[in-house]
């Protein structure tokens, strides 16, 4: 009797697009060995919360360790390696080459599909080496470590955060919290580069309110260093001292592996994937951060290192490489982030982006009150959208106000999948209730503006 060999399927790293694609994987072909390998200590962690984490608005970080290995493989049926580093992928010999890192011995792993998810990193400063006691990156669990270590164990007052943009603003909302000065400097004017000004004018001026100093236009800061540590900052010719310095100036692929073994990068620095996410290699699939994904809008590569879309496309991922024949869709770029008591929501593409792919666009703004004027919680919510000159659909928009402007934002996404012109959002029937909505949407004022520039 002739039996069926158990497929081998490894997935490489442990966080969000990892254990999605291992579970997947088990799920679609229970007989199947999984194995999922993890560098490091934690898997199947929330990195979006890592700032509440550091603020204490969330107690605990092991409330955003949603699985230990243990747990992963009695729930998911997946075996975990945590703390193993796979240096090498012999694709002639269908193996990786694995080193253990708390044993430093080497080991190898057979595979008939392997999965690619080693998900992003930091970007660095060559100014600031990995060596310095007070200088930090906020990506993973471990990074949060270290930092509340050092806060627990050093005098900490004034703090320096490198980068404008998601983690930098949202890490300075944190350090507020936690009673400290904070400063950040960003090499563009205002915060969030790439957004439209005037939605950076508005981020620039909540932070201000809220007491965190702000410089631009700053590219090459001079650092004092001083056994081991940054001690102060010359910026604009003034020294400033910090006790603390965080580095978010954004993130880059982490396909070091992908690139020894030959397969086939795209220009963002990210693994090119089909749609099915397979790589240049037909054993080889890739998800996550460390992945080039479509623009539904520009048709074009881009890179949009985002947790859902990784989670997503892991489960794609884990279900091809057991044999499944699911596929991918082109993406729509959707990202909130709280700005102290302000939300921003930025949907689709910018100005900045629309130029760059050579798409002749329009725009409306409008600022309209969130609630009903005569509630006492209304506030003011600021709205851009853009939209395609020739066909009038909508390619983008950003919203900053309360907490409403995600629905705003998850709304244009949709309207933007379902290919919609602009002057569809002054026929949209909107909710009305004193307490939660208002008379008349931001959208159906932009819509509105559309209508009516077009007659003109």
């Given at each position: 009797?002739?039996?069926?060999?158990?497929?081998?399927?490894?997935?490489?790293?442990?966080?969000?697009?990892?254990?999605?694609?291992?579970?997947?994987?088990?799920?679609?072909?229970?007989?199947?060995?999984?194995?999922?390998?993890?560098?490091?200590?934690?898997i199947?962690?929330?990195?979006?919360?890592?700032?509440?984490?550091?603020?204490?608005?969330?107690?605990?970080?092991?409330?955003?360790?949603?699985?230990?290995?243990?747990?992963?493989?009695?729930?998911?049926?997946?075996?975990?390696?945590?703390?193993?580093?796979?240096?090498?992928?012999?694709?002639?010999?269908?193996?990786?080459?694995?080193?253990?890192?708390?044993?430093?011995?080497?080991?190898?792993f057979?595979?008939?599909?392997?999965?690619?998810?080693?998900?992003?990193?930091?970007?660095?400063?060559?100014?600031?080496?990995?060596?310095?006691?007070?200088?930090f990156?906020?990506?993973?669990?471990?990074?949060?470590?270290?930092?509340?270590?050092?806060?627990?164990?050093?005098?900490?007052?004034?703090?320096?955060?490198?980068?404008?943009?998601?983690i930098?603003?949202?890490?300075?909302?944190?350090?507020?919290?936690?009673?400290?000065?904070?400063?950040?400097?960003?090499?563009?004017?205002?915060?969030?580069p790439?957004?439209?000004?005037?939605?950076?004018?508005?981020?620039?001026?909540?932070l201000?309110?809220?007491?965190?100093e702000?410089?631009?236009?700053?590219?090459?800061?001079?650092?004092?260093?001083?056994?081991?540590?940054?001690?102060?900052?010359?910026?604009?010719?003034?020294?400033?001292?910090?006790?603390?310095?965080?580095?978010?100036?954004?993130?880059?692929?982490?396909?070091?592996?992908?690139?020894?073994?030959?397969?086939?990068?795209?220009?963002?620095?990210?693994?090119?994937?089909?749609?099915?996410?397979?790589?240049?290699?037909?054993?080889?699939?890739?998800?996550?951060?460390?992945?080039?994904?479509?623009?539904?809008?520009?048709?074009?590569?881009?890179?949009?290192?985002?947790?859902?879309?990784?989670?997503?496309?892991?489960?794609?991922?884990?279900?091809?490489?057991?044999?499944?024949?699911?596929?991918?869709e082109?993406?729509?770029?959707?990202?909130?982030?709280?700005?102290?008591?302000?939300?921003?929501?930025?949907?689709?593409i910018?100005?900045?982006?629309?130029?760059?792919?050579?798409?002749?666009?329009?725009?409306?703004?409008?600022?309209?009150?969130?609630?009903?004027?005569?509630?006492?919680?209304?506030?003011k919510?600021?709205?851009?959208i853009?939209?395609?000159?020739?066909?009038?659909?909508?390619?983008?928009?950003?919203?900053?106000?309360?907490?409403?402007?995600?629905?705003?934002?998850?709304?244009?996404?949709?309207?933007?999948?379902?290919?919609?012109?602009?002057?569809?959002?002054?026929?949209?029937?909107?909710?009305?209730?004193?307490?939660?909505s208002?008379?008349?949407?931001?959208?159906?004022?932009?819509?509105?503006?559309?209508?009516?520039?077009?007659?003109?």
């Open positions: 009797m002739y039996l069926k060999q158990r497929k081998k399927i490894i997935v490489v790293g442990g966080n969000a697009a990892g254990p999605s694609a291992a579970a997947k994987a088990k799920r679609v072909d229970p007989s199947a060995d999984v194995f999922l390998i993890e560098a490091g200590e934690f199947s962690t929330g990195t979006c919360e890592l700032p509440y984490v550091l603020s204490g608005e969330i107690s605990n970080y092991k409330n955003i360790i949603f699985y230990d290995p243990e747990s992963f493989e009695s729930e998911k049926g997946a075996k975990v390696f945590n703390f193993h580093y796979v240096e090498r992928i012999d694709k002639k010999g269908k193996k990786i080459i694995v080193k253990n890192l708390r044993s430093n011995t080497y080991r190898e057979e595979y008939d599909s392997l999965i690619l998810t080693t998900g992003s990193k930091p970007k660095t400063l060559p100014a600031l080496p990995a060596s310095l006691k007070n200088v990156t906020l990506k993973s669990v471990s990074d949060f470590l270290k930092i509340k270590n050092y806060l627990e164990n050093n005098s900490v007052r004034n703090v320096l955060i490198i980068g404008g943009g998601y930098g603003v949202e890490s300075a909302e944190a350090f507020v919290k936690l009673g400290c000065n904070v400063t950040i400097i960003e090499k563009e004017s205002l915060p969030f790439g957004l439209e000004e005037e939605t950076r004018r508005l981020v620039l001026e909540e201000k309110q809220n007491k965190v702000f410089f631009g236009n700053i590219d090459n800061p001079k650092f004092n260093l001083q056994l081991d540590k940054v001690v102060s900052v010359n910026i604009d010719g003034r020294l400033l001292d910090f006790d603390l310095v965080l580095v978010a100036v954004g993130f880059i692929p982490n396909a070091d592996l992908a690139v020894g073994s030959g397969l086939t990068i795209g220009a963002f620095g990210g693994i090119k994937t089909d749609n099915r996410l397979k790589t240049s290699d037909p054993n080889i699939y890739a998800a996550g951060d460390n992945i080039e994904v479509i623009n539904r809008i520009t048709k074009q590569p881009d890179y949009i290192p985002l947790a859902t879309i990784a989670h997503e496309f892991g489960h794609v991922a884990g279900e091809n490489a057991a044999g499944g024949n699911n596929k991918t082109p993406v729509i770029k959707n990202i909130a982030v709280k700005v102290f008591d302000r939300v921003l929501a930025a949907v689709g910018s100005s900045v982006e629309a130029e760059r792919a050579k798409i002749r666009f329009s725009h409306h703004s409008a600022v309209a009150p969130n609630l009903v004027k005569v509630m006492p919680a209304s506030k919510v600021f709205g851009k853009l939209y395609d000159k020739a066909t009038d659909r909508i390619l983008g928009a950003n919203f900053f106000g309360g907490s409403e402007v995600t629905g705003y934002g998850d709304l244009i996404s949709s309207l933007i999948y379902s290919k919609n012109s602009i002057s569809a959002l002054a026929y949209l029937n909107h909710n009305y209730t004193p307490p939660a208002p008379f008349v949407n931001i959208l159906t004022i932009l819509g509105r503006k559309a209508i009516k520039n077009a007659i003109l």
